[in-house]
């Protein structure tokens, strides 16, 4: 089976990951996933295939003979998908990209438009999976895990192919920033790793942003309107005067490379109260403090205001930049580096404008560089992911295998 046939087939289950729940995994649909997956890698020949409770799915390919001593090699993706696009009943359609717009839904008028997605120009006779607009394809990260377990079966079946023990790995819940809390890093067994996780085929990327997570509960004071004159406090204007706090070009909308940005993804709120949700990014951990400290003035200056206790901040850090524990292991992305080369491609390493599970993985113990998938225009109903290009990332992590079997 091909890696973008596999995709297809794990489109179906709908993985959104919830962070309003707290158990791991965050919802039932990412065990359901873990459990078919299992099921699949036993089938194809995989040794040590474990799923614990919290959906954590581990497994391994024995060394070619010869290749016992080679160092132990790690592949890991996520399950889960975006919540913020609905992943329920993805119906998948397989094209030819001839150029121009791509329309996804004719009765809806739902059309991806090239002017709009200048990535599209790159694909133009190659095949894309797309789906009918309403949902997510959920190839990131399907597509990651599609991708490993056809290397995996490839390795297994093809014993020209030497490598040394291979650890397979899929996590839950890291699209909201939880996929790495319960990886043991010590029963995976992996010197290192690599996440498959990104956008094209030939990405080699180790630098991220350094993040946090932001939660502002604002306590207001109703008062009937009749009668609120110096009286009322109203927490949905004051969540409003927070935001109108914060500088406007600082916003993901408005930034590009190294810049880090203050992102307001969710707010809700009456007279009484109000919550706001946002994420601090920066690559520059200082500047990252810095926002940190920035907001908490905000809210001083706030509760100054309208009175001590108003405004509440809520900060916790979520990853930190990889870089720092991946460049002691240089060998990573020099033979990430060779292995697309040798594939005919161009390796690409830029700032990740976010963060993998190798971002924390990388400071457990386990360096974990990420690469590309195939796929593009994650988290939005534009999404797809191009079969050529899968094609050759599954190639690729063969390839990594067989560099460090020496």
Do not use: W
């Amino acid at each position: 089976m091909k890696a973008y046939e596999r995709l297809i087939k794990y489109a179906s289950y709908p993985t959104a990951s919830c962070e309003e729940n707290a158990c791991c995994p965050s919802t039932p649909a990412q065990l359901d996933f873990a459990r078919a997956l299992a099921d699949e890698l036993r089938a194809i020949g995989c040794d040590e295939v474990e799923l614990d409770e919290n959906g954590y799915l581990f497994a391994a390919i024995p060394a070619s003979e010869g290749c016992e001593n080679a160092p132990v090699l790690g592949f890991i993706a996520h399950m889960d998908v975006s919540p913020e696009v609905s992943c329920e009943n993805v119906k998948t359609r397989v094209l030819t990209y001839e150029g121009g717009d791509i329309t996804l839904n004719e009765e809806k008028n739902i059309v991806m438009r090239a002017a709009d997605y200048p990535v599209l120009a790159g694909y133009v006779g190659k095949t894309l999976v797309v789906t009918d607009g309403t949902t997510l394809l959920g190839a990131d990260d399907k597509a990651g895990v599609a991708e490993i377990i056809t290397a995996a079966e490839r390795m297994i079946g093809d014993k020209s192919i030497r490598h040394g023990r291979i650890r397979l790995g899929f996590t839950p819940d890291e699209e909201i920033g939880r996929g790495a809390d319960l990886f043991d890093v010590a029963r995976f067994g992996a010197a290192f790793a690599y996440t498959l996780d990104g956008a094209s085929f030939g990405e080699v990327d180790y630098e991220t942003f350094n993040a946090a997570a932001l939660k502002v509960e604002i306590t207001g004071r109703s008062i009937h309107p009749g009668s609120a004159k110096d009286k009322m406090i109203n927490a949905s204007l004051v969540a409003s005067e927070f935001i109108s706090l914060l500088p406007a070009l600082e916003r993901p909308e408005h930034t590009c490379g190294y810049e880090g940005f203050y992102h307001l993804t969710s707010m809700e709120g009456c007279v009484e109260s109000a919550k706001l949700h946002f994420i601090l990014r920066d690559h520059d951990a200082a500047k990252l403090e810095g926002r940190k400290e920035y907001v908490q003035r905000c809210a001083v200056r706030l509760n100054q205001r309208y009175g001590e206790g108003t405004v509440a901040l809520t900060i916790t850090d979520s990853y930190r930049n990889m870089k720092e524990a991946i460049l002691p292991e240089r060998h990573l992305i020099d033979n990430a580096y060779a292995a697309v080369r040798a594939l005919g491609g161009e390796p690409v390493s830029s700032p990740v404008r976010g963060g993998t599970d190798g971002s924390r993985l990388s400071f457990m113990g386990l360096p974990c560089p990420n690469l590309g998938t195939g796929s593009h225009n994650h988290h939005g109903r534009m999404e797809f992911a191009c079969a050529e290009e899968m094609e050759k990332c599954t190639a690729l992590v063969i390839k990594l295998a067989e560099l460090y079997a020496g």
